[in-house]
């Protein structure tokens, strides 16, 4: 029987940075469903429109897409699997447009303020802001303005039929995005048994505490008196409760852990509310 294709959406046109790292998590066979919001981009999980979602969730400069973790949040949707894609900035024209006569170059506003010494070696050029790097590209090549660029991906270049007229220039070659691979909670299954020490397991989370002085220090302690590792710790407002914080925490060790079940279990004793949001394989 004829495996199906797998239907994954991702947050962009094709050639975004979201369609490699999906790519990077599935392989090259997957079908993909572009949408222009990280909402629709959820629904389409919900909906099953799609099999699987490859969602941003923070870049080595940028910061983290505060955004998705309100969605990780609303939706129920496990963490899987994790990557990082370095991101690596071209300018990108049409085939008939020669690089001296680029007045405008349009890209999403993070990609535009990560290529900024370039802009400050060539003032001429005009910043525009645009939804999308790849989109940015595509819309290039329907239009066909005839002193514009865009900023995006190489595949964003190949897939569109554009030309690249400079490569790599970001600011800095340490620009890195860390996506996660979203599936609905049925799909997901057991922990693999595995032996310890073979690789490295990573657990998400969210919690919120009682809104009292020390309240968040007792919460951490029962992982640091356990010597679980937390790799980030993320605040956001709590919604209807002003002033007061969910915290989504990332945390090295896999949930049927003996140490990391007893810290789970202590952190129920100490907060209003706990979420496992996922526990995968840690991404290279």
């Known amino acids: 029987m ?161 030309t690249i007229l400079k490569r790599s220039i970001e600011d800095d070659r340490q620009n890195f995005t860390r996506f996660f691979l979203l599936r609905r909670p049925e799909q997901v299954a057991p922990l693999p048994a595995e032996a310890p020490g073979k690789r490295k397991w990573k657990t998400s989370l969210v919690f919120t505490t009682h809104n009292v002085p020390g309240a968040l220090f007792r919460a951490l302690s029962a992982f640091a008196l356990r010597d679980v590792n937390l790799m980030k710790i993320e605040s956001r407002p709590l919604r209807g409760k002003p002033w007061e914080y969910l915290f989504y925490v990332d945390l090295i060790g896999r949930i049927d852990e003996p140490r990391l079940k007893n810290a789970l279990g202590h952190l129920t004793e100490l907060a209003d509310f706990l979420r496992v949001l996922g526990c995968y394989p840690q991404g290279a």
């Not at 999906?22 to 079908?31: D, K, N, T, V």
């Not at 490859?54 to 899987?80: A, K, M, Q």
């Not at 680029?102 to 535009?112: C, E, G, I, Q, T």
């Not at 525009?128 to 989109?135: E, K, N, R």
């Open 2 to 162: 004829r495996k199906r294709i797998e239907r994954v959406s991702f947050q962009g046109e094709k050639g975004a940075f979201s369609q490699e790292a999906a790519h990077q998590l599935l392989g090259p066979s997957i079908e993909v469903v572009p949408c222009q919001r990280f909402d629709e981009l959820f629904r389409s999980l919900e909906t099953k429109e799609a099999d699987a979602a490859v969602v941003p969730i923070e870049n080595t400069l940028h910061g983290s897409v505060h955004e998705n973790y309100d969605h990780l949040l609303r939706f129920d949707f496990p963490i899987v699997a994790e990557t990082s894609v370095r991101i690596v900035h071209n300018l990108i024209a049409p085939p008939d447009v020669p690089r001296r006569r680029v007045r405008r170059v349009y890209s999403h506003p993070v990609a535009l303020n990560q290529c900024l010494k370039f802009f400050e070696r060539h003032p001429q050029l005009e910043k525009v802001p645009f939804y999308d790097t790849a989109g940015s590209v595509k819309m290039l090549m329907e239009e066909r303005p005839k002193d514009a660029a865009a900023i995006a991906s190489s595949v964003a270049a190949e897939i569109y039929g554009a």
